[in-house]
T-cell receptor
Framework: DAGVIQSPRHEVTEMGQEVTLRCKPI?????LFWYRQTMMRGLELLIY????????DSGMPEDRFSAKMPNASFSTLKIQPSEPRDSAVYFC?????????????FGDGTRLSIL | GDSVTQMEGPVTLSEEAFLTINCTYT??????LFWYVQYPGEGLQLLLK?????DKGSNKGFEATYRKETTSFHLEKGSVQVSDSAVYFC???????????FGTGTRLQVTL
């Protein structure tokens, strides 16, 4: 079975550029989560969607960050303009919420470096 | 709000040693509890879970028991291997959408 697919795996770009991270959740999953992981701050939840609707975006650091989920099989996380402090590994995860307490399944992440 | 506290790492053990990674939680209601593992360069993978008090989750030789009286979910393994070297995250989920509250992670290093 295909897991959560993220692209690109690595991204290196200069500050000020727009960055778009992509995620394809597991088919049939109706919740999707974006996380950021750094050594200093650990794993942070940025935003999560349920049935393609953003439910909680309180973790989005600032207006430079935006996320969309136009359909059940695709989501994007965009940073515009990017800054060096955005350098981190970004993970997407999905889960099936029609049954309580189902685990989240994570992608392998996008390692983002802003120069 | 909900929170998870894990022991600080890194934890360094010799192969075949006994492992305990402590995890305690604060939550309203009756959360489900999870352990996730992250190998280098990869995303988090579910290791085991328990959904009610006194449940024991187990997988790949790892075990954890949901202790409501002590609000704990300690991870144990009787004999670790070098391949167990990874970062381990304790997490909880309350009823409803499966939003997880994670601990800070504990790095385990197993040496020969």
């Amino acid at each position: 079975d295909a897991g959560v697919i993220q692209s690109p795996r690595h991204e290196v770009t200069e500050m000020g550029q727009e960055v778009t991270l992509r995620c394809k959740p597991i088919s049939g999953h109706n919740s999707l989560f974006w996380y950021r992981q750094t050594m200093m701050r650990g794993l942070e939840l940025l935003i999560y969607f349920n049935n393609n609707v953003p439910i909680d975006d309180s973790g989005m650091p600032e207006d430079r960050f935006s996320a969309k989920m136009p359909n059940a099989s695709f989501s994007t996380l965009k940073i515009q303009p990017s800054e060096p402090r955005d350098s981190a590994v970004y993970f997407c995860a999905s889960s099936q919420d029609r049954v309580d307490n189902q685990p989240q399944h994570f992608g392998d992440g996008t390692r983002l470096s802003i120069l | 709000g909900d929170s998870v506290t894990q022991m600080e790492g890194p934890v360094t053990l010799s192969e075949e040693a006994f492992l305990t990674i402590n995890c305690t939680y604060t939550a309203t209601g009756y959360p489900s509890l999870f352990w996730y593992v992250q190998y280098p360069g990869e995303g988090l993978q579910l290791l085991l879970k328990a959904t009610k008090a006194d449940d024991k989750g187990s997988n790949k030789g790892f075990e954890a028991t949901y202790r409501k009286e002590t609000t704990s979910f300690h991870l144990e393994k009787g004999s670790v291997q070098v391949s167990d070297s990874a970062v381990y995250f304790c997490a909880l989920s309350n009823r409803g959408p499966s939003k997880l509250t994670f601990g800070t992670g504990t790095r385990l290093q197993v040496t020969l």
